[in-house]
T-cell receptor
Framework: KQEVTQIPAALSVPEGENLVLNCSFT??????LQWFRQDPGKGLTSLLL?????REQTSGRLNASLDKSSGRSTLYIAASQPGDSATYLC??????????FGSGTRLLVRP | NAGVMQNPRHLVRRRGQEARLRCSPM?????VYWYRQLPEEGLKFMVY????????ESGMPKERFSAEFPKEGPSILRIQQVVRGDSAAYFC?????????????FGPGTRLTVL
């Protein structure tokens, strides 16, 4: 059974720092991995989607990597800003088409 | 092109009442997925539907919960005789096809509170 774990559960950093969020999954037979952002009381915003054949994806200050063999993904945020404060969710897609989510990392970027 | 729409955004019910949550997929999308997010947890898959068909309901509680996606109109997630433990955010996602590389796009969610 696929399980997705995100570490740390919460993170507080000063503005301007570069930071890394971690996601691990137990079954490497995934089709893609997706990082989402969720603001309090809001829906999900898709940040990056990495297909299983890809190693990384970049969008602006965000870079996500995928290592299927070791069951890991990282989301790198460069030059963090207070507006980056949110919960970041990692999800993997398995052969049944469902997304399996981690519990998220709550990020606070202090001005 | 409007995104995935869900209504109501907030729903308050008393124990024992029924809750109906609606989801209109993105234009051109015929696949709908429902997920539930309990407080302080990640999203958990509930059910996957195509028009007039339930494809995978492995995440649905065995009792009181049902889902449909009729030929015309939105997908409906129905919870009968709600209990306090049903309080959660319910998210709907849609995709254009069944293929494994088709991205799911999420709606804003319905936050259900059971008093």
């Amino acid at each position: 059974k696929q399980e997705v774990t995100q570490i740390p559960a919460a993170l507080s950093v000063p503005e301007g720092e570069n930071l890394v969020l971690n996601c691990s999954f137990t079954d490497s037979a995934i089709y893609n991995l997706q990082w989402f952002r969720q603001d309090p009381g809001k829906g999900l915003t898709s940040l990056l989607l990495i297909q299983s054949s890809q190693r990384e994806q970049t969008s602006g200050r965000l870079n996500a990597s995928l290592d299927k063999s070791s069951g890991r993904s990282t989301l790198y945020i460069a030059a963090s800003q207070p507006g980056d404060s949110a919960t970041y969710l990692c999800a993997v897609r398995d052969s049944s088409y469902k997304l399996i989510f981690g519990s998220g990392t709550r990020l606070l970027v202090r001005p | 092109n409007a995104g995935v729409m869900q209504n109501p955004r907030h729903l308050v019910r008393r124990r024992g009442q029924e809750a109906r949550l609606r989801c209109s997929p993105m234009k051109g999308h015929s696949h709908v997925y429902w997920y539930r997010q309990l407080p302080e947890e990640g999203l958990k898959f509930m059910v996957y539907l195509q028009k007039e068909n339930i494809i995978d309901e492995s995440g649905m509680p065995k009792e009181r919960f049902s889902a449909e996606f009729p030929k015309e109109g939105p997908s409906i997630l129905r919870i009968q005789q709600v209990v306090r433990g049903d309080s959660a955010a319910y998210f709907c996602a849609s995709s254009s096809a069944r293929g494994i590389y088709n991205e799911q796009f999420f709606g804003p969610g319905t936050r259900l509170t059971v008093l």
